[in-house]
């Protein structure tokens, strides 16, 4: 990584007059504040109203779309608040488990064609469409998928495994989903621990595997708690995933509040859904920020 | 385990037992990661219905079936459509908005970049959410430059992060060179400053091309019937069938995105990229 910082000359504070060059932002600032900033207040205003505010003349404020989720006699919100949890979370834990050696390896390669082979490997399942990923493991894992189809054709087992509609099958595509997302933040952060302080514990006598338990792992610990941040967030907003691989087993808070938009059509519970959703993935994502700020501040580590 | 050291003595090294099971186990986690869309090129080819090992042979069929369908046409080019807009929408936007950013001495300048960014961290499918109640409140119904829009907002932040990334890796000294030399502000921007950042801007296009082309969350609630982008009619059409023609389409993203990181690396480096 490039640490030229340190020799670029700060600009003086008396320099830090806007120029003409900033007038650029105009037309960005203006598709933030029409296309982000006023729908997401519009969602959060249309999640107290009974109904459309312009077009109906009878909608009033009301907190009944939060009670309704509060309240949930059917027990249906809370499961799925449960259940998107749940699958966020297993994800989460086996990204971890398949991203941290890989990102590992990346981090400590000197071969510098190597690296750029592992990182474009790491990069092309990112840039694959989410609906072609979640295509490549139904293919894999239906009844008569890559697996069950192989696996009984050597006769190893006489009925299908239930592989897919299931919560196994969306865990499963979500890491290979979100998996790269965990070893690009990882390799940073390892890629910034000196790797002298490793070697220096194995030239007082720690094996390979101490002074990795003891050393690396330990200064790697932020980075983990951000990757996992950053996967779980983005795990439980995923909605493609668990509509096609949960089957009818799977219900979680994206796929309610697309059912509340398209079958339903009651986009102000929709909105109330949405606002819970987006509380959930703002506190998780500020914690993610202010980790990967104090790692990347810190210059004793760099 | 090895008993002695780490030495500097890279060459003959003895066979190592630890070493090998450390690259084998990162082989087979990478084989994870690709063999699922090696699997979806076996099946786009696969004359059969459903995969079986060894492959029975090779054909053409789906592609066939894939071109020939006015619906999945109509997805591709509604898509390929919307796509380009986007690209050219996000270049400009997004291009201006780095360059204001890193050259414009804006106060809160952190506070800006983070909130241009923000797209990226939230949840689409809310945005898309939040977008679709926003023409609902506002009475227009959900016209296709409503959706070019909701694409170049969350296509924006890949154009600024490239470009971004090539803005702070040149020397600043060469454009203070030329206004040492008497080139006028405009001078240097035109002649120094554009130039430098073309790769980074370029780069930032062809990502938002694809995060375009491959949109789903965002795109859900925006289409229309009969006006569905390629990513949603292949998502309906996968609840019903998983037949290779889904597979021939994937192969057109799966090929996109391989050219995708051949352009990036060659334009700009991944380091660059994954570095912001």
Sequence with gaps: MILRHDTEPMPAPAALRPSPIAWLIAPALLLFVLFFVLPFSVMAVMSVYSGNPVTNPNAFLTTRHYMRFIVDDADIFHDALWATLKIGFITTVISLLIGYPLAHWMARMQSRLGHVLVLMAVIAPLLTGIVVRTFAWMTILQDKGVINTTLMSWGLISKPLPLMYNEFGTVVALVHIYVPFMVLTLTGVIGRIDERLEQAARSLGAGRIRAFVEVTLPLSLPGVLAGSLLVFALSISAYVTPSLMGGNDVLTLPMLIAQQVGTSFNPNFAGALGMILLVVCLIIVIAYNKILTRLTGEKGLA | ?276
């Design chain 2, 1 to 276: 385990m090895s008993t002695t050291p780490a030495r500097l003595s890279p060459n003959r090294v003895p066979f190592d037992a630890g070493r090998a099971a450390y690259i084998g186990l990162n082989l087979v986690l990478l084989a994870f990661l690709l063999l699922p869309i090696a699997i979806v090129l076996v099946f786009a080819f696969n004359p059969m219905p459903y995969i079986s090992f060894p492959p029975v042979g090779i054909s053409l069929r789906w592609f066939d079936k894939f071109f020939s369908s006015s619906d999945f046409m109509n997805a591709l080019w509604l898509s390929l459509w919307v796509a380009g807009c986007v690209l050219v929408l996000a270049v400009l936007i997004g291009g201006a908005c780095a360059l204001a950013l890193a050259r414009g001495n804006l106060p809160g300048r952190s506070f800006l970049t983070a909130f241009f960014m923000s797209p990226l961290m939230l949840p689409a499918i809310l945005t898309g959410l939040a977008l679709f109640q926003s023409y609902l409140l506002v009475g227009i119904g959900r016209p296709v430059w409503g959706l070019i829009m909701a694409h170049t907002l969350v296509a924006v932040p890949y154009v600024l992060r490239t470009t971004l990334a090539v803005l702070h890796n040149f020397d600043r000294r060469i454009e203070e060179a030329a206004a040492v030399l008497g080139a006028s502000p405009t001078r240097v921007f035109f002649e120094v400053t554009l130039p430098l950042i073309r790769p980074g801007v370029f780069a930032g296009g062809v990502f938002a091309f694809i995060v375009s082309f491959d949109q789903f969350p965002v795109s859900l609630f925006l289409v229309v019937p009969k006006g569905e982008t390629l990513p949603v009619v292949l998502f309906n059409y996968m609840k019903f069938d998983l037949d290779g023609a889904i597979a021939a389409a994937s192969m057109v993203s799966i090929l996109l995105a391989i050219a995708v990181v051949l352009v990036l690396e060659r334009l700009i480096g991944l380091k660059a990229y994954v570095k912001l």
